[in-house]
């Protein structure tokens, strides 16, 4: 079988309903574990045979990503998409299902093409499709919740809180203009600071997946920190793998942002 990239490559392809007849508690521990060289994609009674076939049979993963999540693109491929970008919050454009992604247009067409203005990579495809297919109509709450909140989330909030918030805590550390730059790059806003933070700033990676980074400065003593809250309807627009790889995949681009802009980054 040829190997995966990461974890989230193989959890692309299940289904994510977390049966356990695999004997992980998971799909994403299942994911993790065939990544890992320790089960094997057929393992998973739930795969699609088409898929199985196609990772047997050696085909080698797109390099972009965009070859990936093929189960995704063909559920996609059959649903209306005037329905699906009116629950989306998105619009159709060239016969494009578009959305607006981190303040820039983000479009699949039937074919599964990806366009947009950003880079497209596997970050963003997977959970970019997994909302097409699972967003519900109606708006956000405005309420908010943690990682750890989330159903699914408190097992894997261990590895977020690594990956995700320390990794962007460090980056906010290195790079004083962190939030006001992303605000301006990504369409974000300053909010009044909640949770008693010192800052507080609103992303749409996804327009009915709000996220709010609230950062408390070094004081007295005292480190800093960085928590990521997620409005109460995420549960309704993504599952816990896709929250996960979109949290982690945005603390790498600032971690890239960063360097770009010549600020140093402890190793975590």
Request: negative net charge; contains cysteine.
């Amino acid at each position: 079988m040829p190997g995966f990239a990461n974890a989230m490559e193989v959890y692309a392809l299940l289904d994510r309903s977390n049966c356990r007849k695999c004997g992980e508690k998971t799909c994403l521990a299942f994911a993790g574990a065939v990544f890992m060289g320790g089960k094997d994609l057929a393992a998973c009674p739930k795969i699609d045979p088409a898929i199985l076939r196609r990772y047997t049979a050696g085909r080698p993963a797109a390099e972009d990503g965009r070859d990936l999540p093929a189960a995704l693109l063909e559920q996609l491929s059959q649903l209306d998409p005037a329905e699906v970008v009116k629950r989306a919050g998105g619009r159709l454009c060239d016969d494009r299902m578009t959305c607006r992604v981190l303040g820039k247009d983000f479009s699949v067409d039937r074919e599964g093409d990806f366009f947009s203005d950003i880079h497209i990579n596997h970050w963003l495809i997977v959970p970019f499709l997994t909302y097409l297919l699972r967003c519900k109509e109606g708006p956000v709450s405005g309420n908010w919740l943690s990682f750890r909140e989330i159903p699914g989330g408190r097992e894997q909030y261990p590895l977020f809180q690594k990956r995700c918030e320390e990794a962007m805590k460090q980056v906010a550390d290195a790079w004083p203009e962190l939030f006001d730059d992303i605000v301006q790059l990504f369409g974000g806003q300053r909010v009044a600071e909640q949770f008693a933070s010192d800052i507080s700033v609103v992303l749409h990676p996804l327009p009915k997946v709000p996220v709010m980074i609230c950062y408390w400065r070094e004081s007295e003593g005292i480190a800093s920190t960085l928590n990521l809250f997620f409005d109460t309807t995420v549960g309704d627009n993504l599952d816990v793998g896709t929250i996960f790889m979109l949290g982690t995949g945005m603390a790498r681009m600032f971690e890239r942002l960063a360097l770009r802009h010549g600020f140093g980054i402890a190793a975590g």
